[in-house]
């Protein structure tokens, strides 16, 4: 170097960041860069949230706790179905001996209740929907024998009929008034 030159001056190093440390956001937050938001009013930029996605998703949890709540506070049930007027109907069937005997019950669909190996007498009263013709049916086992069967509708007497011999047969039936008239 000669006495002429001047040494050239260099800026002073500026020491760099440790890893890992963002330098944009330090520059921001010690106020030697100026922040980036330059997004027009109402546009979301990085780092802020966009208030219209904001509101929809606002929008979505209220429509499902609307949905929640109703599905909790709907505590109304579903109509029960009106019961179906009946009146008292007494099967009896005297004898001696075993027999199979099937009968109309309270069942809306009308069907026969069947008791097998039913030592005699037997005598059972139950309620019959309104409509439906009640009726008993006997048949006597392979012993045979002789057995009656009896029906009466609230208290009175309706039909007998009469089963003889191996596997004898019998079927008291009757009529029910049609819903409406004479309800029990």
Not at 19 to 36: I, N, R
Request: aromatic share 2%.
């Amino acid at each position: 170097m000669s006495s002429n030159e001047i040494p050239e001056r260099t800026a002073p190093e500026q020491e760099s960041p440790a890893e890992g440390t963002p330098t944009k956001e330090l520059a921001e937050l010690s106020g030697l860069a100026p922040a980036e938001n330059t997004a027009p009013e109402g546009e979301a930029t990085e780092g802020s949230p966009d208030r219209r996605g904001l509101l929809v998703a606002a929008a979505v949890l209220l429509a499902c706790g609307g949905l929640v709540g109703y599905g909790v506070l709907n505590t109304e049930e579903e109509p029960k179905p009106r019961a179906v007027p009946t009146a008292e109907v007494t099967y009896e069937v005297t004898g001696t001996g075993t027999a199979e005997i099937a009968y109309l019950a309270r069942s809306e669909a009308g069907t026969a209740t069947v008791e097998k190996g039913v030592t005699l007498p037997w005598k059972k009263s139950v309620e019959v929907p309104l409509g439906k013709a009640p009726s008993v049916a006997i048949v006597l086992d392979e012993k045979g024998g002789r057995a009656s069967c009896t029906l009466a509708v609230r208290g009175q007497h309706v039909q007998r009929a009469t089963a003889m011999g191996e596997f004898g047969r019998a079927t008291c039936s009757g009529e029910l008034p049609a819903a409406g008239a004479g309800e029990h």
